[in-house]
């Protein structure tokens, strides 16, 4: 059964790793997946009518989307491990495309958990969050997963909930890969970005960033990007190969450049609504939880896999890639951490930059 598989790659996993999830004490909110697993393998099925109706989503459309994968793990855990007291309903995009309004949904109690941006943890008070929009924070997913599954990701999980009034727990971290330049030419320094436009954040630390190198922000939406890149509107943009692909961007005259940059290593929150955390039974949260983790594992396994698979399909359909190992990185991270050490500073984040520093 695909679900014992999932289960015993979770306690495998707790044997080596603690992941952030969300617990029943709000003065603790690290539990290791070992733990949570055990005890959950421990709960009576209730083999009974759902006790409990989740609503779950995301902004993707896609079902090939990572996003997808974790969600219907989740579902399949979930409503597994608990003998049918949960039932839960995944939804890819349909209820909206905009993860603000996904947000308000959480917010109404219409929906119960949530994968979204860490800006929307920001819009709502708590500018730690901020840290993750920083170019250049992570060396790579190892260093990614330690930050996020160690100090650095509890301090975050703990002042989320903390400036939220409990409003957001975080139940586990997701990512959207690594973020690279794509564009009309190649690019193997920061010199040869002068003068592009490239379709990134037009404000913040990020535009800080490219604006720094020369190049030129600008803002188009998601959806319009890929006209925009074949009518020649925009020079170049930047997002993960996964992203990139599913949207056919690769296949325009100012995509068909994919440069190894790897400047931003994503993160995502699978968040849900504290209070409401708080108001189930610890059987309940116990479901909940290991369903979270196992969602967790699978989102980045996902993740991972498609990187790989998503950059052989642009290949073959005729994308020209420069490796990482082939552009000067060190010159692209230079201006970055000069951005990252002086945002800190500016903002009392030096503590939580060190967290991250300190788990390479």
Same mark, same amino acid.
């Given at each position: 059964?695909?679900?014992?598989?999932?289960?015993?790659? !979770?306690?495998?996993?707790?044997? =080596?790793?603690?992941?952030?999830?969300?617990?029943?004490?709000? %003065?603790?909110?690290?539990?290791?997946?070992?733990?949570?697993?055990?005890?959950?393998?421990?709960?009576?099925?209730?083999?009974?009518?759902?006790?409990?109706?989740?609503?779950?989503?995301?902004?993707?459309?896609?079902?090939?989307?990572?996003?997808?994968?974790?969600?219907?793990?989740?579902?399949?855990?979930?409503?597994?491990?608990?003998?049918?007291?949960?039932?839960?309903?995944?939804?890819?995009?349909?209820?909206?495309?905009?993860?603000?309004?996904?947000?308000?949904?959480?917010?109404? %109690?219409?929906?119960?958990?949530?994968?979204?941006?860490?800006?929307?943890?920001?819009?709502?008070?708590?500018?730690?969050?901020?840290?993750?929009?920083?170019?250049?924070?992570?060396?790579?997913?190892?260093?990614?997963?330690?930050?996020?599954?160690?100090?650095?990701?509890?301090? @975050?999980?703990? !002042?989320?909930?903390?400036?939220?009034?409990?409003?957001?727990?975080?139940?586990?971290?997701?990512?959207?890969?690594?973020?690279?330049?794509? %564009?009309?030419?190649?690019?193997?320094?920061?010199?040869?970005?002068?003068?592009?436009?490239?379709?990134?954040? !037009?404000?913040? !630390?990020?535009?800080?960033?490219? =604006?720094?190198?020369?190049?030129?922000?600008?803002?188009?939406?998601?959806?319009?990007?890929?006209?925009?890149?074949?009518?020649? &509107?925009?020079?170049?943009?930047?997002?993960?190969?996964?992203?990139?692909?599913?949207?056919?961007?690769?296949?325009?005259?100012?995509?068909?450049?994919?440069?190894?940059?790897?400047?931003?290593?994503?993160?995502?929150?699978?968040?849900?609504?504290?209070?409401?955390?708080?108001?189930?039974?610890?059987?309940?949260?116990?479901?909940?939880?290991?369903?979270?983790?196992?969602?967790?594992?699978?989102?980045?396994?996902?993740?991972?896999? @498609?990187?790989?698979?998503?950059? &052989?399909?642009?290949?073959?359909?005729?994308?020209?890639? =420069?490796?990482?190992?082939?552009?000067?990185?060190?010159?692209?991270?230079?201006?970055?951490?000069?951005?990252?050490?002086?945002?800190?500073?500016?903002? %009392?984040? &030096?503590?939580?930059?060190?967290?991250?520093?300190?788990?390479?």
């Amino acid at each position: 059964m695909k679900f014992c598989r999932i289960l015993s790659a !979770v306690i495998a996993a707790g044997l =080596t790793a603690g992941i952030i999830c969300g617990c029943a004490d709000t %003065g603790s909110s690290r539990r290791t997946i070992g733990s949570i697993a055990d005890e959950s393998e421990s709960s009576t099925l209730s083999g009974t009518e759902p006790e409990l109706t989740l609503v779950i989503a995301s902004n993707q459309t896609s079902q090939e989307n990572p996003y997808h994968f974790g969600l219907e793990t989740f579902k399949e855990v979930a409503e597994e491990l608990s003998g049918g007291a949960v039932s839960v309903t995944c939804s890819d995009g349909d209820l909206s495309e905009d993860e603000a309004e996904l947000i308000s949904l959480l917010d109404a %109690g219409e929906v119960q958990m949530v994968v979204c941006s860490p800006s929307n943890m920001t819009s709502a008070g708590v500018s730690e969050v901020n840290m993750l929009s920083l170019l250049y924070l992570f060396d790579g997913f190892s260093h990614w997963e330690a930050a996020m599954d160690g100090e650095f990701g509890s301090a @975050m999980t703990d !002042v989320i909930l903390e400036k939220t009034n409990n409003q957001y727990r975080i139940m586990g971290y997701w990512s959207a890969g690594v973020r690279d330049y794509y %564009g009309k030419i190649p690019i193997t320094s920061p010199a040869d970005v002068a003068g592009l436009t490239i379709r990134t954040q !037009v404000s913040g !630390v990020v535009f800080d960033y490219w =604006t720094t190198l020369g190049a030129i922000p600008v803002n188009v939406g998601w959806g319009d990007l890929y006209d925009a890149l074949k009518n020649n &509107e925009v020079d170049s943009a930047e997002n993960d190969y996964t992203n990139l692909m599913l949207k056919e961007h690769h296949t325009t005259e100012n995509g068909k450049y994919i440069c190894e940059t790897h400047h931003d290593y994503t993160t995502r929150l699978f968040i849900m609504n504290g209070d409401f955390y708080d108001s189930l039974t610890g059987e309940q949260k116990n479901w909940i939880d290991t369903a979270a983790l196992a969602a967790t594992l699978q989102e980045r396994s996902v993740t991972y896999d @498609m990187m790989d698979s998503s950059k &052989e399909q642009c290949i073959a359909e005729g994308s020209v890639v =420069t490796a990482y190992e082939d552009i000067d990185i060190e010159a692209f991270k230079a201006p970055a951490i000069e951005i990252q050490d002086s945002y800190a500073s500016e903002n %009392g984040l &030096e503590t939580y930059l060190e967290m991250i520093r300190r788990a390479q």
